[in-house]
RNA sequence: CGCGGGAUAGAGCAGUUGGCAGCUCGCCAGGCCCAUAACCUGGAGGUCGUCGGUUCGAAUCCGACUCCCGCAACCA
């Protein structure tokens, strides 16, 4: 297999200490929207996505329900799996890192990066607030005090953990940017990391004591201390790819796109170049970071759950409906705002009255005058077609959407204007709407990144002889079906 | 003067190199009747956050200000 031909993109690792939330949701269905366009356009494409298992809190919350991290997280890690379902999604890959080889891989990224000298141990000091008996970082202090119990001093405790030398990159991670204008998607996020490097970087701790939190990938050669959770996480990128001991499959498809979420700009456009570069590896291809999603105004959080459930709203509205209003409605790389009520008037006036209706004028029509047509998929003119989006290129998906949305606009002008309902000659009434199931049709080719489902369930509709009218594609909703 | 983003019709958003202010939803009025009370046509609705500057002309460029939102190092 050749490499041009081969497309990789990961998102991040979800946090297995809640339940999945819409902007996970979002972030994975952009992914995928990507990932189908590519693998329609011709690709082999590996879609990875999974769970990041370590660290305190996993630890904590497993303790207190009285299991290992490993049986707590099997509950979340089979809720995060099963959105492949749920959301339509097309992920090839699935990794905890929990599994096996991620943690043997991340071991071997460890030991090239102490072998370029580039981890060392160090005396680390951190406050510990004994009314919480919980260590504190600084962005969680109100005063240099905790806001839990301002009444008491914090303690200082003194530990050694590794340190991964951060510093030395500055220059080397300056000079890529510099290289690769592209590297990160927005620009504006780029002009951010760009600024925050050349402010100066400090090394920063990779590991934590063993006998406090045990739940992380032992560090190699010593018996007392584990990873830090995100330095074994970030290394899911390439262990998922078989790395180190599939050499070939590596090679085949690094580098990757990554997708994350803006609170995660350091790690993944800083942090994680800098290990590479530290193991001796090829950096990332391409960096895109999204925005936050709120729900009705409100910050979504996974600790209070005031979230929109993503299970119900996907079983009230289906994943295609969702994928849609998520696709159209937020802007991809900004800030955006869930709301149900918005979604359903998405739905209503695109989905049921837009695509939908005239998808049941057409094909009634052809049903009623029992007209035959002989539509066929291609899929090589499909590739070609799907690789012309330009706006796809661009991550752009609304734009696509869009122009989509135009045709099938220009469609029910079509129809009305030329009223084949008024005609009698079977063969004049063909002329209209022969032409028009083949628009459909290619509508349905453009929707399949988008709108899986329902672009196979078009296809299969209008691939037919004799089309028939079928089942309604989206009922219309009513505002009182919604569930908040 | 820590870094970055944002402020455009009731709501959500577009506005590339400055050239009569757009899109979608919602609302109103017609038309149509094949279709999921759907579709088509037309209409109402905005001093483009504030103030000042450059220009024949600024939502767009420059300056100042106000208000919102992230980040500010270990929150995967």
């Known amino acids: 297999m050749s490499k041009e031909n081969n497309f990789y993109i990961t998102t991040t690792l979800a946090y297995t200490n809640s339940d999945p939330h819409l902007g ?65 999604l097309s992920f090839t890959n699935f990794i905890r890192t929990s599994d096996d080889y991620h943690e043997k891989a991340a071991q071997e990224f460890w030991r090239r990066c102490a ?42 405790i ?87 001991n599939n050499e070939e499959n590596f090679q085949a498809f690094w580098p990757a796109v990554q997708v994350c979420g803006k609170d995660n700009l350091r790690q993944q456009t800083a942090m994680w170049p800098a290990m590479l570069l530290s193991a001796g590896l090829p950096l990332s291809r391409q960096v ?46 900004e800030d955006g705002d869930f709301s149900e009520e918005r979604l359903i008037q998405k739905y209503n006036a695109d989905l049921a009255n837009g695509l939908g209706n005239l ?22 003119a499909a590739a070609r077609y799907l690789s012309k989006e330009e706006n796809l ?19 029910n002008e079509e129809l009305s204007a030329r009223a084949p309902w008024k005609l009698t000659e079977r063969e004049a009434i063909a002329a209209v709407l022969r032409p028009l199931a083949e628009r459909i049709l290619i509508i349905a080719t453009r929707l399949q990144p988008f709108l899986p489902t329902t672009a196979k369930r078009l296809i299969a509709q209008f691939t037919q002889a004799q089309i028939i009218k079928g089942e309604v594609l989206f009922p219309r909703l009513d505002a009182k079906s919604k569930t908040v």
Request: aromatic share 14%; with cysteine.
């Open 24 to 88: 996970f949701a979002a972030e994975l269905i952009k992914a995928d929207v990507i990932a189908r366009w590519q693998s329609l356009a011709g690709k082999q494409v590996v879609f990875n996505t999974g769970t990041d298992e370590h660290g305190l809190k996993i630890f904590q919350q497993a303790k207190a329900a009285g299991l290992s991290p490993r049986a707590y997280c099997d509950y979340y890690a089979a809720r995060f799996a099963s959105l492949k379902k749920v959301l339509d």
């Open 393 to 411: 290129a661009s991550y752009q998906f609304s734009r696509t959407l869009q122009s989509i949305w135009q045709d099938i606009t220009a469609c």
């Open 158 to 244: 003194e530990e050694d953990n590794y340190f991964f030398r951060f510093s030395k990159y500055q220059q080397p991670l300056l000079d890529f940017y510099k290289n690769h204008p592209d590297f990160i998607i927005p620009s504006h996020r780029f002009t951010e990391i760009k600024n925050f490097v050349a402010a100066g970087l400090q090394d920063f701790s990779v590991s934590r004591l063993k006998s406090k939190m045990p739940n992380g990938v032992p560090v190699p050669g010593d018996d007392e201390q584990v990873m830090y959770v995100w330095f074994d996480a970030l290394v899911n990128y390439i262990s998922t790819l078989g790395w180190p």
């Open 359 to 380: 998808v049941a004028r057409v094909s009634n029509l052809l049903e009623k005058n029992n007209i035959i047509t002989s539509l066929s998929t291609d899929n090589e």
């Open 115 to 156: 072998e370029n000298g580039d981890i060392y141990k160090k005396t680390y000091s951190v406050k510990y607030c004994v009314g919480c008996e919980l260590e504190k970082t600084e962005s969680e202090l109100v005063d240099g005090r905790c806001p839990l119990h301002p009444n008491r001093e914090l303690e200082l």
């Open 288 to 333: 895109l970071i999204f925005g936050f999603l709120t729900a009705n105004g409100q910050k979504i959080s996974k600790s209070l759950g005031n979230g929109v459930d993503l299970f119900t709203l996907v079983s009230q509205y289906g994943a295609d409906a969702l994928r849609y209003y998520l696709l159209t409605e937020i802007p991809p790389f």
